[in-house]
């Protein structure tokens, strides 16, 4: 009886942890999104992830090791941005996935409750490493801008940004 007891209890308490995800391919207009190696990129959402303050925001991007990974032809900008996305939604925080393609480049966004909209890139380099993430400054038809969250460092991209698409 005893061991029921336990046994019921544990499933109770997976029932209740469990996050309620939905996939998503990133496909509109009969045109898909890839990764590096050339597949249609999925994205999770977590139906009870909520907007962020801007400080919890940073706190989860300190805490995650997205930038950490190593920028190689499989593994480019919109896998970076698809593993933060389905890392933050995991977490209980909305993000949205973006498109630039007149910047040819994939980053997040995320509706804070108390800044308004942020823009996180958080591509790796070639070498790996830490703290490769970004806040983004994005502003339809200007050059497309950032700064580094975790150190000193300001990143130019060299394209004036049109946002494509968004995905939430």
């Given amino acids: ?28 207009n ?5 990764g590096g190696s050339g597949k249609v990129l999925t994205i999770s959402n977590n139906a009870h992830a909520k907007n962020p303050t801007y400080s919890q925001l940073i706190a989860f991007l300190r805490k995650d090791r997205t930038d950490e990974k190593r920028y190689t032809s499989n593994y480019v900008c919109s896998d970076f941005a698809r593993t933060l996305h389905n890392n933050a939604e995991r977490s209980g925080i909305k993000m949205g996935w973006v498109a630039s393609n007149s910047c040819n ?4 966004i995320v509706k ?12 790796g380099t070639r070498k790996g490493g ?4 970004k806040i983004l400054i994005v502003k339809n038809g200007k050059p497309l801008t950032g700064k580094y969250i975790f ?7 060299g394209c004036k940004v049109k946002i494509s698409k968004v995905f939430w």
């Fill in 1 to 28: 009886m005893r061991l029921l007891l336990i046994t019921l209890l544990i499933i109770m308490l997976l029932l209740i942890t469990v996050t309620p995800c939905t996939a998503y391919k990133l496909c509109s």
């Fill in 105 to 108: 480049h994939a980053f997040n």
């Fill in 130 to 133: 830490r703290y490769q993430d």
């Fill in 151 to 157: 150190k000193k460092g300001k990143v130019t991209y």
């Fill in 30 to 34: 009969n045109v898909c999104q890839v």
């Fill in 112 to 123: 804070t409750r108390d800044k308004g909209f942020v823009y996180i890139d958080c591509t």
